[in-house]
């Protein structure tokens, strides 16, 4: 059974920066990827970036380009979303998804694992 755990969240000031991170377990993800999402209260959910396990190739939605990374350590089966230049309209519950994907990674419907999410908040 596939799980994913984010973790990292937190309080920070605009400007600033974190990393949140995904461990995963339950299976070999060779085939599978990862994405990131967000959402805010009253908002839908966000796709932020993706990365495929096999290669590491990561692609990163344009909303949010130039900020945000995205990277993984295969030893530790985590996927880390690094973000920087926080802004308050950042805020908002993160969450890694996992699917065996080629294409429509941007749509959470197609991702069958999801996180429990951690908390982001950037205080003005």
């Known amino acids: 059974q596939v799980q994913l755990v984010e973790s990292g969240g937190g309080l920070v000031q605009a400007g600033g920066s974190l990393r949140v991170s995904c461990a995963a377990s339950?299976?070999?993800?060779?085939?599978?990827?990862i994405g990131w999402f967000r959402q805010a209260p009253g908002k839908e959910r966000e796709f932020l970036g993706r990365?495929?396990?096999?290669?590491?190739?990561?692609y990163i939605a344009d909303s949010v380009k130039g900020r945000f990374t995205i990277s993984r350590d295969n030893a530790k089966s985590t996927v880390y979303l690094e973000m920087s230049s926080l802004k308050p309209e950042d805020t908002a519950v993160y969450y890694c998804?996992?699917?065996?994907?080629?294409?429509?990674?941007?749509?959470?419907?197609?991702?069958?694992?999801w996180g429990q999410g951690t908390q982001v908040t950037v205080s003005s």
């Open positions: 998804a996992a699917d065996r994907l080629y294409g429509a990674y941007s749509d959470p419907s197609k991702y069958g694992y």
């Open positions: 339950g299976r070999t993800f060779t085939d599978y990827v």
């Open positions: 990365i495929r396990w096999a290669t590491g190739t990561p």
